[in-house]
Every structure is written in C-alpha cells, then in structure tokens.
C-alpha cells in the first residue's frame, strides 16, 4: 500500500529537484504566522447582519486597516475606506452618484492606492503562492505589477503612473477597487467556523447557505436547528413537520416556497379544511412585516396542523424505539378526549385550545389515508428540492458534531453529563455510549441515515428525531421539549424544560478540563460552544471557566435580542491570541454604506499568547508536517518509486 502511495506522490513531483522544492516551501510556511480564525454561531436566518459581520471580519478588517497606515489617516477616511472594502458595489455607485466626475477620478486614484497599502499589508503573513490564488485571474497580473510598485522608486514612478491612468482612462477603476476589497476580505480571515444553528426563526437561511458555499474555508457544527432541516431529506416526516411548523410560527413559510421550491399548497389546503384559527397559534413577525388577515389565519392553521401531525409521528417514533426511553412524551395517547384534560406529573391540565379534528381517541397516533398521502407528497416535494438538496449536501461535506481545531474544540451545544461530572450516556443494544464516544455514534449514524435513506423509519433517521429533542442529545441538552405544553397548557410550571447539568458544570474550570482531555485536549485548550443565548443584559459573561470555556451565542436572531440585550457574540483568533466581539443591532445595508454605521461594539481579550503562534503549531501544521516527513522519505528513496 505504501509503495503504491509514493508512487502515486511521484507521480506529482516528476523530478527529485521538484520534490526538494516543495519540502523547502512547506519547511518556509510552517514558520508564518498562523491566520485569522473567525468563529460565529445560531445565525438563525439572520443573513444581512451575518453578512455584515463576515464582510468586516468582526472588526478584524478596520482592526488591519489602523494598524496599515497607523495614523496616517484620519478617523473619517478610515470609517470610509472600511465602508468600501465592506461594500465596494455599493459605495461605488453612492460616490458615483454625489461626486463631480473630475473629483471622483482623484477619488478613484486615492482609494486604489490606499487599498493596495491594505492589501500589502494583509498578505505580509501569507507567501506569494497564497496571496496570488486570492487575486481574480482577469487583473492577477496588474494587481500583481501595482502591488510591487506601490511605492516606486524614482526610475519606476512613471511606469506606476501609466498603469494608473490606463485604468482610470479605459474606466476600470471601479472594477479593480471590487477586485481589491473582496481581495483584503479573503486575506484578512483565513478560515471561519459556524458553530450551529444556521436555521429557522430568521427570514434567509438560504441565503447564509449560498454565502457559506462561496467561502473559501469553512467548516460547520451541526445544531439541532440545523440537523430537523438535514433529517427532511432523510425522509424523517416528523422533522419535515417540525420544519413547517417552526416556519409558520416565525412567518417564514417563504423560504420553503419561494427559496427552496418546495409546494406546501396540499398541507395549506389540508389546514383550512380542518382547523379554525385560534389565538395560541398567532405567528411571530417583525413589525415591519405586511401580511394580510388571511396570510396571518394561514400561518395558524398551518402551524395546528403541523402539531397534530408532528405529536402522531414523533408518538409513534417512541412506541417503536423504547430505547429512547420517551414513551412519557406519546403525549397523544395521554389526552383524555372525554373532557380534553391531560394528566402530567400526577396533575390533571386541561387543554386550551386543543383541535384534534383527525385524532381517533381509539388510536390516537394512527395517521388517516388522507395524512399518509400528505405526507408522501410533502416529502417527495422536500426531497426534489435542488437547492435544498446542495445546501444539505454542503453540511455533509464541511460538517460535524465537533471539531477538534488547533487547541480548541468546537460544539454547538454540550457534553451531556449527570450533576456529579460523569457523562451521561445513551444505552443502545446493550451498548453504553457517552462523552467523545456518543457524538461519535451520532455522527455516524447521521451519515448512515443518508446512505439508507428509506421511508424515514430506520433507526439512524428517527435518531435525527432524537437529536432535536432527545434528554442525551447533545444538540438539545434539555430534560424534554415542551411544546405540547406550551401551546395547549396555561400552567407555566409545565414549560419548564431543565437544562441538563453540563449547564451549570461548564462554569468550574475542573470540569471543562475533564471534558477537553476526554476529546485529547490540554488545559491550555478552550470549549468554544452556541446553543443557548448570553444574557448579557443581566450581566451573564459568555466567557466561563476562568476562560476554558466560551459562549458565542449573543443573539443573531431578533428572536432572542430582548433576551440578551445584543445582537450577536462572534469571536476572532489569530496569531496574538483571542477577541470576543459583540455587536450592535444591524439596521440595513444601505444605513452601513450611506452613514458608515458598522455593528462591533466591543472587542474584549479573551486570551493572548507571549509569543505569535505560527503554522507548525496548529492544526494546519500537523498536516503540513506529515506532508513534509512524507516527502522527505520521497526524496531519501526517489529512485525506488
């Protein structure tokens, strides 16, 4: 197998000298310094301010842009020429616009050179390799030209001049400063990492999915939000009822209908056949947001129907996988439909507002003929999706339950564990699985719902079921999801849904150090985790642990902002150390271009290095060396192969 390895390692160095060459070059990158990682998580469909905050690398570009020209600038040119690498279309048709042509040549000329200072500067850490492939391949070798004369010498200031004035003459000045702004963008951040939740609530999560596809490095953490979307195309029927229902219940049946091309018209018709509107079932909109009545009474049934379905399918996942140990969540077959009451913990609720039109109190959780055929529609409707189908595959691809990434390890939501600090563990045949090993064992099976892909009731897709809502998921790290409550029970005691211990285990430092050596980690390693929003507003930290651990879900969602008190938590590392950003509210677009309104608010040192840490000494190095101990015994026996 190894001869056949270095064969083929031959093969792409065709000369010994070749070989030496490339040993030599990645001997040379180890010794840079390591680049910028950008960490973000529960974007929740809010694409314009995770937009903003990619653009800007969480205040990472205006951080460079300071530190590129270190007071030569005054605070107002700064804040603008920051605008223009955020927005470069944008800023470019406003200054078009307010400029008189001969004032906007000067302006042209000013902002080219300023952003080749900018990108100069930001490819110091890079090699010429790296910084080239970010060029665009139309203007690689002007780019190229400039940026090695941007401060010519005395016998080279005319040949800078002439391609100056060549590119204002021939009116490529705008395109060269885009080619420059999203060029600074990809040097700036060399990597960004979602910590989950890329779905639901919000209005776009498309939109982050397509942004994401067109990042040069990335990786994901599934969230529980995340993985109910996954699971549809599996074929589990009670996520893709989830879906449409958290979807109705934040108005956002848009992004399956429009963004995704998936009909829902057979449930919408199904809904207004059965179901009245009522005012448990009112949706959750932006103000902003222009619905009519009927939309709005749309949305309710919608959401009904979907819980009624939803309570039938996921009731019968718990009678055929009493491994789950859920039976007490077949909250279906507890009602009383005698004086629509439910018993709970020993307490008789009544139920509010509870229609059950298709419910047969004999067989609570049997699905009508008309049921089995909506569901069948529905979910070839899901699975024909294209768009759906590419984004699911992209999570796939660049996704996990955890990542282990340069001394940090990265989970969305917890480690479940019992109060005493032992993991808590999911018994399956016979078999424990608990810490490292059970995100394992979900991860596997994830994959494997994939492969099987049959009618959505093999044990690894109702296992996608269990991960949104199950006590040992990982994902979820709740004692029960309460919704049946929530919506047909006043009792407020009822909607409690405790969070399991790691919860509060995460803030002793002990404990997140068993964690990290479980996942190989030392104690200079941190959790960087999403899932449950800061109260920041309360005076909550998002760092705990004495900085082990790390909280960067701030509030993305406007869902959440009333609760934290921000919009967002990210968090920026590179070669000095550790920020954590949080941000302001982001209005529009158009208010960042016209009055250069950026959403960081603060930059808080979370750790610093005392010396800048280079590539040998990430995750990126350990490949890189076994790349070069892998060429080197090449090279030793070049002749052999």
């Excluded at 223009?84 to 040549?105: F, G, N, S, V």
């Excluded at 848009?254 to 919408?268: F, H, K, Q, S, V």
């Excluded at 049997?366 to 595959?393: C, G, I, Y």
């Excluded at 409690?496 to 200079?524: M, V, W």
Aim: net charge negative; hydrophobic share 35%; proline share 3%.
């Amino acid at each position: 197998m190894n001869d056949k390895y270095y064969a083929l390692l031959k093969e792409k160095f065709p000369t010994k000298e070749s070989v030496l060459t490339e040993i030599i070059n990645l001997e040379a990158i180890m010794q840079l310094p390591k680049g910028t990682e950008h960490f973000v998580s529960d974007l929740h469909g809010e694409f314009l301010p995770f937009n903003h905050v990619l653009r800007n690398g969480s205040g990472s570009i205006k951080q460079k842009v300071m530190d590129c020209f270190e007071g030569r600038l005054d605070e107002i040119d700064v804040e603008d020429l920051c605008v223009l690498i955020y927005y470069p279309t944008d800023k470019l048709r406003l200054e078009a616009r307010d400029q008189k042509p001969e004032d906007l040549e000067a302006w042209y000329r000013q902002r080219i050179q300023w952003l080749l200072e900018v990108t100069n500067f930001a490819g110091t850490k890079y090699t010429r390799s790296k910084v080239r492939k970010s060029l665009p391949q139309q203007y690689m070798y002007i780019i190229e030209e400039l940026l090695s004369e941007i401060n010519p010498t005395v016998n080279k200031q005319g040949y800078f001049q002439s391609i100056m004035d060549k590119i204002i003459e021939y009116k490529q000045a705008p395109t060269l400063i885009r080619y420059l702004a999203i060029t600074i963008q990809k040097l700036t951040v060399d990597h960004l990492h979602v910590v989950g939740d890329i779905y639901d609530r919000g209005p776009a999560p498309d939109l982050i999915m397509d942004r994401l596809m067109a990042v040069d490095s990335v990786d994901i953490q599934w969230g529980n939000h995340d993985i109910t979307w996954m699971a549809c195309l599996a074929g589990s029927k009670v996520s893709m009822m989830n879906v449409i229902r958290i979807s109705a219940r934040y108005a956002n049946l848009d992004t399956i209908e429009d963004a995704y091309g998936i009909n829902i018209r057979p449930l919408i018709q199904y809904a207004l056949k059965y179901y009245e509107p009522l005012e448990t079932f009112q949706p959750r909109y932006d103000a902003s947001c222009q619905m009519s009545q009927h939309e709005i009474d749309i949305l309710n049934r919608v959401q009904q129907a979907t819980m009624i379905l939803q309570l039938k399918l996921e009731g019968q996942i718990y009678q055929r996988r009493p491994e789950f140990r859920m039976k007490d969540r077949d909250l279906l077959s507890q009602v009383n439909y005698q004086d629509w009451t439910i018993e709970l913990a020993g307490k008789v609720h009544p139920l509010v507002d509870f229609q059950a039109p298709t419910v047969d109190p004999a067989d609570p959780l049997a699905l009508t003929e008309e049921e089995v055929d909506l569901l069948d529609k529905l979910m070839r409707a899901f699975q024909a999706s294209e768009k759906l189908t590419r984004h699911v595959n992209f999570l796939l691809d660049n996704g996990a339950m955890y990542l282990v990434y340069n001394n940090n390890l990265l989970i969305h939501g917890c480690i479940p564990m019992h109060d005493n600090g032992d993991f808590k563990s999911l018994r399956i045949n016979m078999v424990s699985y608990a810490g490292k090993d059970l995100l394992d064992f979900y991860q596997d099976h994830i994959f494997k719902s994939f492969q099987d892909r049959g009618q959505g009731e093999d044990f690894s897709t109702d296992l996608l079921w269990y991960l949104w809502c199950g006590e040992t998921s990982s994902l979820y790290g709740k004692a029960g999801m309460k919704t049946f409550e929530r919506y047909y029970i006043e009792d407020l005691a009822t909607h409690q849904e405790p969070k399991n211990a790691y919860y509060h285990l995460r803030n002793n430092e002990s404990n997140c150090l068993d964690i990290l050596n479980e996942f190989g980690l030392d104690e200079t390693a941190h959790i960087i985790n999403g899932h449950t929003p800061v109260k920041a507003k309360d005076g909550e930290s998002p760092v705990k642990a004495g900085g082990r651990l790390i909280v960067i879900d701030g509030g993305f969602s406007k869902a959440y902002q009333s609760t934290t008190g921000i919009a967002g938590y990210t968090l920026v590392s590179n070669s000095h150390g550790m920020q954590l950003v949080a941000h302001h509210d982001f209005s529009s677009q158009e208010d960042a271009v016209a009055n250069k309104k950026d959403v960081v608010s603060l930059r808080r040192l979370v750790d610093r290095v005392d010396n800048r840490t280079l590539v040998k000494e990430t995750t990126i190095g350990d490949r890189l060396a076994k790349e070069i101990e892998d060429l080197n015994f090449l090279y030793m026996n070049y002749e052999k192969y």
